[in-house]
């Protein structure tokens, strides 16, 4: 079975984020597994509970087939964390599938996996599609951009539609 990585913030992750990224690749044929800073509880901003299975400096990119950040304002936390980082490297450089939804594709920029690629990013502010092209992204403002094997997209309603994009990678 294929195994995907869900990162996720351990406190205001988007619940329907991850609702619908999971829906979307569990029925592709994915197993799942939640990460997050550190191993255990983490809560939704709509008052959902997960439990994330692995701490990210423990994630070991080559045991699964796609890596996705689900977004939320906990996604923020991951901006400058430097094994976020590594993650989205090591899967860019795989040449596995990578994705970001609402506010994390921000996090793929700022890992500098994004230069020159076409992305898209929650924009309900007019900063976030900026900041994305601050990092070389060519904003598009599509609900999902899909860019090799790097997936974006905007928010909730993308979310099941950005877990089966993932899935057919």
């Known amino acids: 079975m294929k195994k995907a990585l869900l990162i996720i913030a351990q406190e205001n992750y988007h ?36 439990e994330a299975q692995v701490a990210l400096k423990d994630v070991k990119t080559d045991e699964y087939d796609c890596i996705a950040f689900i977004g939320g304002s906990g996604a923020r936390n991951f901006f400058d964390d430097p094994e976020a980082r590594r993650i989205a490297h090591e899967t860019a450089r795989a040449l596995k599938p990578l994705g970001a939804i609402c506010i994390a594709p921000l996090i793929l920029a700022k890992s500098q996996v994004l230069g020159g690629k076409k992305a898209t990013v ?33 928010g909730p309603p993308a979310a099941e539609e950005f877990g089966r994009t993932l899935a057919s990678l």
């Open 122 to 154: 929650w924009n309900g502010d007019n900063e976030q599609e900026g900041e994305l092209e601050k990092y070389g992204a060519i904003y598009t403002g599509q609900d999902i951009t899909v860019d090799g094997k790097i997936v974006t997209a905007n």
């Open 15 to 50: 619940d329907a984020e991850l609702k619908g990224t999971r829906d979307g690749l569990v029925d592709a044929g994915f197993e799942i597994v939640l990460g997050s800073s550190e191993a255990g509880p983490c809560a939704g901003k709509l008052g959902g509970t997960e």
